[in-house]
């Protein structure tokens, strides 16, 4: 278990990676803003369930009346009310209920997105991290190691080359351990600015699970967010051709008038009925036909485009597991023993600077590959659960 972070005080509150994932549900930034963005959608549908779609119309007229020997004040008040036909208002919110459908769908392949990146900087800061404790040892050694040179070569036993050699050695794993700060640092920040807050810390390691299923994998991804956004698109456009559809049939208007002329006092009833003779939505209902033609195209394109995704990940995923399996069998056994036997060798006499130095350089690197490999075969987990749509 490895806790890194910006400072020792964070060290207390480092998160795991379930901690990470779940922070990035809640508060990411860019969560947030598509959570948002769906409240503009429910908006829409409010409008869209009115089933009265414009407003009451009133119209006032009043003038005087004028005749040989007498004079009145004529009034008529008249207020109309259009309504228009039931499947106007049903295509309206069918496409406001698809346009809601693509903002959750958005909101989910949002947090895939926010989630996958998540997932890769926490490993790369726990990465940076364990090869920062493995430098720390190097460290230590090759300070040893020096020492023992300096010690050897005061009294003569070796030249001062071998003295350069140690020195040189202990300056490139103290340059190395600053790279990797470097490199934490810069892993935390991504993390940090993927969940929206100022400073991360994070503990974990590198495990490596096993056990997948391509199977499992590929049909979990035909429910991945970006398929649901342009499923939802093309109900949308469907949506748009109804809407179409209904301008070929007629609007009308209920009203009442009341008028008061030459003191006579009359109420009329009155409807009104538009003809849709010229404008029957021809317009709306090409661009929706063609809008759902281009939309079920692209669908389907996504959806070839998800298999291979995964197909992919998958494969990458299984050589990393695979290169990682290989360094733990038949690697990373012993290395521990030569360490010690090497050093130790050296300080008898047993075995020149040189040789040392090439041993405990191959030692080290073979730790790093190890190191490396975990984090490449982590990262190709977190790929493969973002294509299969696991990450949500």
Do not use: C
């Not at 009034?75 to 698809?98: D, F, I």
């Not at 759902?292 to 995704?309: G, H, K, N």
Request: hydrophobic residues 45%.
């Amino acid at each position: 278990m490895l806790v890194s972070g910006t400072s020792a005080a964070h060290a207390q509150t480092a998160m795991t990676l379930a901690d990470v994932l779940n922070l990035a549900r809640e508060r990411a930034p860019q969560v947030v803003s598509a959570r948002l963005a769906l409240d503009e959608a429910r908006g829409r549908l409010t409008g869209a369930s009115l089933r009265a779609p414009t407003n009451p119309e009133l119209v006032v007229q009043t003038g005087n009346r004028q005749a040989p020997g007498s004079r009145w004040t004529d009034l008529e008040v008249g207020v109309t009310q259009m309504l228009e036909p039931g499947s106007r208002r049903s295509a309206r919110m069918a496409g406001a209920n698809a346009a809601i459908a693509q903002g959750t769908a958005d909101i989910q392949e949002t947090t895939r997105t926010v989630l996958h990146a998540a997932a890769r900087a926490f490993y790369r800061a726990v990465h940076a991290g364990e090869r920062a404790q493995l430098l720390i040892t190097a460290q230590d050694v090759a300070a040893a190691v020096y020492a023992a040179a300096d010690r050897r070569f005061r009294a003569g036993d070796i030249a001062v080359l071998d003295v350069n050699l140690a020195r040189a050695s202990l300056a490139r794993v103290r340059a190395e351990r600053e790279a990797t700060e470097a490199m934490r640092v810069d892993a935390l920040g991504d993390l940090a600015r993927v969940l929206g807050i100022e400073t991360v810390a994070v503990r974990g390691d590198l495990a490596v699970p096993q056990g997948r299923e391509l199977s499992a994998d590929l049909e979990a991804a035909l429910q991945r967010p970006e398929l649901k956004v342009l499923e939802a698109a093309v109900q949308e456009a469907e949506a748009d051709v109804q809407f179409g559809r209904s301008f070929g049939r007629p609007d009308y208007g209920l009203g009442v008038r009341y008028a008061r002329e030459s003191g006579d006092h009359i109420l009329l009833g009155g409807l009104t009925v538009t003809l849709p003779v010229f404008s029957k939505g021809l317009d709306v209902q090409a661009i929706g036909v063609a809008k759902a033609t281009r939309l079920r195209a692209e669908l389907e394109a996504a959806r070839t485009r998800v298999q291979i995704d995964v197909r992919s990940a998958f494969g990458v995923y299984q050589r990393r597991a695979a290169a990682v399996n290989i360094l733990q069998t038949d690697a990373l056994p012993g290395l521990d023993e030569n360490d010690a036997l090497t050093t130790r060798s050296f300080d008898v006499g047993q075995l020149g600077l040189p040789d040392l130095l090439l041993i405990r350089r191959e030692i080290l690197d073979t730790r790093f590959q190890y190191l490396d490999a975990l984090l490449e075969a982590a990262q190709a987990r977190a790929d493969l659960d973002a294509s299969a749509g696991i990450l949500r």
